[in-house]
């Protein structure tokens, strides 16, 4: 007969070999989870358009299971792609990427991340080719699954609008940096309509159109802005009152060095009230001196020094 001990460790020793079992049956699933058939075919098709000098993806022509291809990664246990990252912001320029961006990707619905960024991809129309599938019942647009999305300095990318950019509804990080946006003059409206958007990059795009108040403006999850090396250097008023930007003041907010306010050189009234910010006001926009006169009067409204 068992004792009273050996009765509370028997149901103990069953949990355990059963626990061991299933991490044993799904362990065995992560390592045979192979690609998925039509994500490997999509990603072929993909390839196809790509001029690649230096046959950096020469993996997706020998193996057969395109999540082991170069910079693929898939759902361990699905087998569907969600990454596609082949950046060469480190590679040399002739060994760069390049050809027309093939939208076979969008037949990718689990992608949630994608890296194209330094490269040369071309692209004409970005917006008609997210229509046309869009109107075909066999052929939705998937990328609103997508959580990241990089096309930064691809200089011959072609973008007339971002039209396109609402479709994008899960996006929460977005850099379009080093892309000619001089056509699209309501580039701000676009990129608010991404509710979770949480981190945008928009350097060296020649935006044009920014409005001298941004009270329209509702970033609600917006942790991250960069617009610098864009807007005008003419622009004499700029009014961000009422957004909830929050945070500390910078110490080089009025420095000439600065990447942001300092290359304002004619700007004579900044407006920053009613939002979350802490901090000293820098000298230099509170005391103009001989180096600061030509950045900021002492207009700064109602920001607290602490």
């Known amino acids: 007969m068992f004792s009273s001990t050996s009765q509370m460790v ?124 869009q109107n075909q019942s066999s052929h939705k647009v998937k990328f609103s699954n997508l959580l990241h999305l990089d096309l930064s300095f691809n200089y011959k990318l072609q973008m007339d609008n971002l039209r396109w950019v609402p479709h994008l509804s899960s996006l929460k990080y977005l850099d379009l940096s080093g892309i000619d946006l001089s056509n699209e003059t309501l580039w701000l409206q676009r990129v608010t309509m991404l509710p979770s958007l949480m981190e945008l990059l928009l350097q060296n795009c020649s935006l044009n159109g920014i409005s001298s108040s941004l009270w329209y403006v509702n970033f609600t999850s917006l942790t991250l802005l960069d617009i610098s090396s864009n807007i005008s250097h003419a622009i004499s008023h700029l009014d961000f009152s009422h957004n909830y930007l929050r945070g500390q003041i910078p110490a080089t907010f009025g420095q000439q060095s600065s990447k942001w306010i300092g290359q304002f050189k004619y700007l004579e009234q900044l407006d920053l009230s009613n939002n979350m910010l802490y901090g000293l006001i820098p000298e230099t926009i509170m005391y103009p001196n001989y180096h600061a006169s030509r950045i900021l009067g002492n207009t700064l409204k109602n920001i607290p020094s602490f």
């Open 10 to 133: 028997l149901p103990f020793l069953w949990l355990l070999c059963a626990a061991t079992l299933i991490t044993a049956c799904m362990s065995h699933v992560n390592v045979n989870a192979v690609c998925n058939e039509k994500d490997q075919h999509m990603l072929s098709i993909f390839k196809q358009s790509i001029e690649d000098p230096v046959n950096s993806l020469s993996s997706w022509s020998t193996e057969k299971d395109c999540c082991k291809w170069s910079g693929i990664h898939c759902n361990n246990i699905t087998g569907r792609v969600t990454s596609l990252q082949l950046d060469r912001a480190y590679a040399d320029y002739n060994d760069r990427l390049g050809g027309k961006f093939n939208f076979s990707l969008l037949d990718l619905e689990f992608l949630s991340y994608l890296d194209l960024s330094f490269n040369y991809f071309e692209v004409t129309d970005f917006e008609s080719i997210l229509a046309s599938s």
